[in-house]
C-alpha cells in the first residue's frame, strides 16, 4: 500500500538538519502526532456544542498541519469540514470528522512503524543532483 503521506515534505525537513541542534524532522513528526489527537478531540467537543466558528477554526489548523507534514488526504478532509463549519452544517462535519479520525489513525500507523527509515538520515546516492552534504562549504 502507498504511504498515506507525500513524503516530499519529509525531505525537506530532513535537509534541514544541522549538527549539535534538535532535529526538525522528529520535532515535527512527535508534535503531529502528539497534537492532532488533542485537535481532535477539540473538534469533536465543537461540533457536539454546535459551535460552527470554533469548529472552522481547529478544522484550519489541523488542515495546516496536515498540509505541513504532507498528509494531504487528512488536510483535504479538514478542508470539507472547514467548509462545511462555515456553512453551519455540523452534522456534515460530524461525518467527516469520523473520516478524519480514521484518516489520522492510517497516518499514525504508517508513522510508528516507519519511524526508523523516515528519521534515518538520507543516502547520498537517493538525490543524485546534490553532491555530498559538505560540498557547499
Not at 532535529?23 to 492532532?36: A, G, N
Request: proline share 9%; charged share 25%; aromatic share 4%.
Amino acid at each position: 500500500a502507498p504511504p498515506p503521506l507525500d513524503l516530499s515534505p519529509l525531505d525537506a525537513l530532513r535537509k534541514l538538519r544541522t549538527p549539535h541542534r534538535p532535529d526538525p524532522l522528529t520535532e515535527v513528526l512527535d508534535m503531529f502526532l502528539h497534537d492532532v489527537p488533542d485537535w481532535i478531540r477539540q473538534l469533536d467537543q465543537t461540533i457536539t456544542r454546535y459551535e460552527s466558528a470554533q469548529t472552522r477554526k481547529a478544522a484550519h489548523t489541523l488542515k495546516g498541519c496536515a498540509s505541513t507534514l504532507g498528509a494531504n488526504a487528512l488536510a483535504s478532509l479538514c478542508a470539507q469540514l472547514e467548509d462545511q463549519a462555515d456553512k453551519g452544517s455540523l452534522q456534515v462535519a460530524r461525518h467527516l470528522l469520523a473520516k478524519v479520525q480514521t484518516e489520522f489513525d492510517r497516518i499514525r500507523a504508517y508513522l510508528e512503524a516507519h519511524r526508523h527509515e523516515l528519521l534515518a538520515p538520507p543516502l547520498v546516492e537517493a538525490s543524485p543532483k546534490s553532491g555530498p552534504p559538505d560540498a557547499r562549504s
